[in-house]
């Protein structure tokens, strides 16, 4: 995933604004969400890589539905979905060994974290504002509260009192105050770990009434980044098809030259080639999983294509896609032994090509 940069006050993600105290600085080179339609409710769960100058961040993510509870997301979950789609590399040798055999991959897993604590009384916030508290509570990790507001400014003016500069986001959340129906959570964390270290920062998952499977594409339009790396796992009874003015489009089989231990790299410059200009996904992977479908998409898209939410719908019947890269390489097949560790995408193995 490429590095996106999170500067000063402000600074928006697809799928939420990031923010930090003032004058300080964080950044995230990695995330992911999970969207599952469960039996009357979505649950979508984020996951990001960060790091921070400064001890305390906060997110603002819109919530699309009636909201049901806010906890910290399964990071082992997320582990085991990236692992089980991960293209599969092969490295074409001109000069290794005729046997396929397992490189390795990159992926692990952790525990899942604390159970939702809600707490806090609902209401207006004031008697002028149409700001009102829909809930509030800490899940262990992150003190939050969600809001809805059908004013514009109403919203903006408390976010901003709660220490939320929303900076170039404000557009994008004006945008979904006037579509109506929209409400946001508000979180904050503390123990960041400084640029140097790096960090990933603990999920969140939402849980909303409905079946609206939706991405806040739009909070990454008016972000510094230049261009904003998505991962997408869609989770129903069907395979997942793109809407919203979003679409989509097989990875299938594709190779190329180049140096296996370069595999992430060549990877995002294929997502790059694939998606060009335009409002795209990559289909990676779609198959059964746990009694249900699993459809994984990628996408490494401008931020000027951002101008609409992506959606998906589980009308995809069951055909089953994969993902393969091969890399074609002069290096001997004894050399990939000492590949670093592959950021979740899986090495099949090694083929000699004469």
Known sequence: MLPLLLSLS???WPCAAIFTEDGGSASSDAQEV?????????????????????????????????????????????DALRELTAPQVWISSLDGYEDDMMVGCGCAGASKADALQRGGDTGAVDGDSTVQI???????????????????????????AAGFSVGPSGPAIASYVAEGGVSFAALTVAGVASDETRAELPGVRIRV????????????????????STRIFVIGDQRAT?????????????????????????????????VGDGRAY???????????????????????AHTTDVTFSLDGGTRRTAAELEIWTGASAAALWLLPGLFGLTVAGVRRRG
């Open 10 to 12: 402000s600074t928006a």
């Open 34 to 78: 999970i969207l599952e339609q469960g039996d009357g409710y979505v649950d979508v769960s984020y996951r990001v890589e960060a790091g921070s100058n400064v001890d305390r961040v906060g997110w603002i993510i819109p919530v699309f539905g009636e909201f049901i509870e806010l906890v910290d997301a399964d990071r082992a979950r997320f």
């Open 134 to 160: 829909v809930a509030q509570g800490f899940t262990g990790t992150y003190e939050y509260t969600v809001i809805s507001g059908s004013d514009e400014q109403d919203v903006l003016d408390w976010l901003d």
């Open 209 to 228: 009434s409905g079946d609206s499977l939706r991405f806040p594409s739009q909070m990454a339009r008016y972000g510094m980044p230049e261009e904003v």
């Open 242 to 274: 793109v809407g919203g003015g979003w679409v989509s489009t097989e990875f299938g089989y594709r190779d190329v030259d180049g140096d296996p231990a370069r595999v992430d790299e060549l990877y995002a410059d294929l997502l790059r080639d694939i």
């Open 282 to 304: 990559v289909e990676i992977w779609s198959d059964s999983y746990q009694g249900r479908w699993l459809t994984r998409f990628d996408t490494i898209a401008r931020r000027e």
